[in-house]
């Protein structure tokens, strides 16, 4: 008989809800979390949310200062540059032994993805398109079949999308250098080219990490000088 999967406590569907509202930018990066609006908005009492919102602490999603409140996390070029050199760890090692283990599931997650992902840009969603971005992404890590990769994964990968959906949304990155990127992906998959495919995700990655830096760099530019 096929075993029956425990139900998610209360706090866990609470992070689940919260996690998601970072990642696709409801709430945004830096900004004051207000336990009691989160537990208004999703019609439960504090305590779930405050446990939630000590788990997505330790996954680096929010910060909590005593006396001062909760705030969503602010990233610093170290913290992103060691969040990208992980996921690429990761990534690279899970997508060869999901090509050896279980290709057609790997195959069919990443297709579905990008069914999604042209969808949400065609309706101009950058919510839906970062979503179907980390299902993506997922597919390579569940594929592997490494459950504990995949509660690492699961655990760390919180910050990187968010930081993504904000670069995409608040800085206007480029979706379709993103799109090419996963399309790529995907045809090295196809072809079984295990080497093809951990290279596109490293460079894919690293476009986070540029993106924020290039981010950064505009954002301390003295404004320039009308031309008289």
Not at 118 to 128: F, G, M, S
Not at 154 to 178: C, K, W, Y
Request: aromatic content about 4%; charged content about 25%; glycine content about 4%.
């Amino acid at each position: 008989m096929k075993p029956i999967s425990p139900p998610q406590s209360l706090m866990e569907l609470t992070a689940d809800r919260i996690r998601e509202a970072i990642i696709v930018g409801e709430l945004q990066l830096g900004s004051k979390v207000s336990e009691q609006r989160l537990a208004d908005a999703l019609s439960i009492s504090r305590s779930p949310v405050r446990e939630a919102l000590a788990l997505l602490q330790i996954e680096g999603l929010v910060r909590i200062f005593p006396k001062r409140g909760t705030f969503v996390f602010t990233p610093d070029e170290k913290t992103v540059l060691d969040l990208c050199d992980h996921r690429v760890c990761l990534e690279s090692a899970c997508l060869q032994m999901a090509l050896d283990r279980a290709p057609d599931t790997l195959l069919g997650g990443m297709r579905q993805a990008m069914e999604d992902m042209h969808k949400a840009i065609r309706a101009k969603d950058a919510a839906a398109y970062a979503l179907a971005d980390m299902r993506f992404h997922r597919a390579i890590v569940t594929s592997s079949g490494n459950l504990s990769m995949a509660r690492v994964y699961g655990s760390t990968i919180g910050p990187l999308m968010a930081l993504r959906t904000h670069l995409f949304t608040e800085m206007h990155a480029d979706n379709q250098i993103s799109m090419d990127q996963h399309a790529a992906l995907l045809a090295a998959c196809e072809a079984g080219d295990i080497q093809q495919g951990q290279a596109i995700i490293e460079r894919h990655v690293r476009m986070l990490a540029d993106h924020y830096r290039r981010s950064r760099e505009s954002a301390v530019q003295p404004p320039q000088s009308p031309v008289t």
